[in-house]
């Protein structure tokens, strides 16, 4: 199996969202060469930058559907492969939103990506308008396998912003059993985007997991990476990067020279 120190060499990594413009099917899909423009100009701005990863993520999608279309798994594919193809330095990902891993996972292996995000993993979670996610972290392990993707690594949220826990654990507990169950690295966000969690939930849930990764989420930016960074093992920034839809060079320069000042 791939470890995450096997793909990311730098011991405190930060990975940048490529946060897609809609895909076929929804309202104001701009065309698929206005997509892969859109992702080639972020992977360019990120490996000049130093960032160590990049996640193509359907984010304007919306409303987000609970399962991907075809036409999204393929535009998601080819984007991806895009972008895999387009980097030098910068370690490939994706997610597709809003519950299917599997499909994520196929368009990984498919492409050569190394890692995906799943947002529901281990935690029983409701959420207002789609109801309750399907949570199925053996079944995903499992398909994993069937279709041959073990060098794609599994980055699983808990207790993932936007949704409520349909029971009571804490968030320790849920570190411990998304470890337990597979997961390749643990993602902790803030209560919604562009909120951090605070360094005592970073402290806690590595006091719990060990050497497994935890990763902040969301609310990672240049004002709080020095604190943040310093408790866990990297960073999925999305929103504190992005000025006018793209990812900004003088935004990812300055986190990263943050971040080089921890090392």
Do not use: W
Not at 11 to 34: E, R, S
Not at 215 to 239: F, P, R
């Amino acid at each position: 199996m791939t470890k995450f120190s096997d793909i990311f060499l730098n011991p405190k990594p930060l990975i940048g969202v490529i946060h897609l413009p809609p895909l076929p099917g929804y309202a104001g899909y701009p065309g698929i060469d206005t997509l892969i423009s859109k992702a080639l100009i972020d992977t360019d701005v990120c490996e000049k930058s130093g960032i160590d990863g990049l996640l193509v993520e359907n984010e304007y999608d919306r409303p987000h559907q609970l399962l991907a279309t075809p036409e999204v798994t393929t535009a998601m594919t080819q984007i991806t492969n895009v972008v895999r193809s387009a980097t030098k330095n910068c370690i490939t990902g994706c997610e597709i939103l809003l519950n299917d891993p599997q499909a994520s996972l196929a368009v990984a292996n498919a492409t050569g990506a190394r890692f995906i995000r799943t947002d529901y993993f281990i935690d029983p979670m409701f959420r207002e308008g789609y109801g309750d996610m399907v949570i199925d972290a053996a079944g995903l392990l499992k398909y994993r396998k069937r279709i041959k993707a073990e060098k794609v690594l599994i980055f699983a949220d808990i207790q993932v912003k936007y949704a409520t826990m349909t029971i009571k654990r804490s968030l320790e507990k849920s570190a411990e059993l998304a470890f337990q169950a597979g997961a390749d690295a643990i993602i902790i966000t803030g209560d919604e985007t562009g909120q951090a969690p605070s360094v005592q939930c970073l402290e806690k849930v590595k006091k719990v997991v060990g050497s497994l990764p935890v990763l902040i989420g969301s609310g990672c930016s240049k004002e709080n990476a020095s604190e943040l960074l310093a408790a866990c093992d990297g960073a999925i920034v999305g929103t504190s990067l992005i000025q006018n839809d793209q990812i900004n060079a003088e935004e990812a320069l300055a986190l990263v020279k943050i971040r080089n000042a921890l090392l």
